[in-house]
């Protein structure tokens, strides 16, 4: 009688022999990353194929630490894990526990592997950067002596300031011995002491550029004691450089242009400069001489010849009011004397003899004024308006006036 088999026990069976082969347990597999699901528990599933077949692939959310990067649709990789039976299913898959991008990948992950412990060395870290001088004697540069990166660098830096002296360490940039060449150019370059360093060359792919990924350029950039900028490739390209330099352009044009003054801007600031001195001096000088004028005032003011001068000023005008009083107290005083003499003139014996009267007098020198007292024989002396007239008593009549 035949042997009649469950499925579970022919998977079981199945899944025994996967794990039985040694080969199978711990195996690489390139292909290309297809169908790419990233699921909410944190697994990631994928397909992996090539040109003549595929192969399900499985990532647990506890081996994520073997991925260094975001699996993506299209890309080439090596997939590192273990064959085996998925039992319910009956399906054979990969479980992978480590992927590395394949060619180009595998330089990036090398890349970003640097990257990561250079930066955990502290070699990215800004406190480190060094500050770029803004006026430059000399330029240095590392990089081919042919291609327009080298032509950029001295076209524009000449440009900008024809002053400045460039020199050029000629510099292998691609190639096993680039590294070892472009470390030797900014030794030298520093040796020279020039103050501010390029450290670059043009576009081209990855490997093109990796020399300027290596540790030791790396190094060598960051022990510089001279500012160094790197200038390696176009906008989009990185290099790990980049992230040690104390500065980074995108491009060798765009690096003289950050190492070199523009001469014609600085004259025209200088002119600005200039001008606005001018300003600032004479508005100064107006200012300086407006309080000169008053500090002359002041002093003019207080002086003791003004001193003087102002007690003069104020002894005349005193002198001015006191003879204008005097003279209106005169003029007064004139007044009424005039209307004293006015009114003394009328009761004046003079002027009552001017007008017919006359006064006598008695040998005594009294006033001949009472009949009674005046005997006949008498003599008098009768004042007229123009002399005295000497006469005697012949006889008196006594006269009732109505007195």
């Known amino acids: ?102 060619g180009v990948g595998f330089l990036y992950e090398k890349f970003e592997r640097l990257k990561r412990e250079l930066e955990e060395m502290g070699m990215f870290a800004p406190e480190y950067k060094q500050p770029i001088p803004r006026y430059i004697r000399t330029l240095g540069v590392v990089t081919a002596p042919t291609g327009a990166a080298v032509r950029d660098i001295i076209n524009i830096a000449k440009r900008r300031n024809p002053y400045v002296q460039i020199i050029l360490y000629p510099a292998l940039v691609q190639g096993e011995q680039a590294p070892a060449s472009i470390v030797n150019g900014i030794r030298a370059l520093e040796r020279i002491g020039v103050d501010v360093m390029i450290v670059g060359r043009g576009g081209g792919s990855i490997e093109d550029l990796w020399a300027f990924n290596e540790e030791i350029v790396a190094q060598a950039v960051f022990d510089c004691s001279v500012p160094v900028i790197s200038a390696v490739g176009h906008e989009t390209d990185t290099t790990i450089i980049d992230f040690v330099a104390d500065l980074r352009a995108p491009t060798p044009s765009a690096a003289a242009e950050l190492a070199v003054y523009d001469y014609q801007l600085f004259t025209d600031r200088l002119k600005v400069c200039e001008s606005t001195l001018q300003h600032h001096m004479e508005k100064r000088i107006r200012l300086e001489k407006a309080r000169l004028e008053n500090h002359r005032l002041r002093l003019k003011y207080l002086s003791p010849a003004n001193t003087l001068q102002q007690k003069r000023m104020y002894c005349v005008d005193l002198e001015g009011r006191l003879s204008g009083l005097m003279e209106k107290i005169l003029t007064e005083s004139r007044y009424r004397l005039s209307l004293s003499a006015e009114r003394l003139k009328g009761l004046s014996p003079l002027e009552k003899l001017s007008r017919g009267y006359a006064y006598v007098e008695n040998e005594a020198g009294g006033a001949a004024n009472d009949i009674k007292n005046i005997p006949v024989g008498s003599r008098l002396r009768i004042y007229v308006k123009n002399g005295i007239i000497h006469a005697e008593t012949t006889g008196v009549t006594e006269v009732d006036y109505g007195a």
């Open 1 to 102: 009688m035949r042997n009649v088999y469950t499925v579970a026990q022919v998977n079981s069976y199945i899944k025994g022999m996967f794990s039985e082969d040694y080969m199978l347990r711990s195996i690489y597999v390139r292909g290309e990353v297809s169908n790419c699901k990233y699921h909410s528990s944190g697994h990631i599933y994928f397909t992996l194929k090539d040109s003549k077949g595929v192969i399900a692939c499985v990532m647990f959310a506890g081996n994520r630490d073997g991925l260094s990067f975001r699996l993506e649709e299209g890309q080439q990789v090596v997939v590192g894990g273990a064959v085996d039976v998925y039992e319910r299913d009956g399906k054979y898959q990969l479980y992978a526990k480590q992927i590395t991008l394949d």
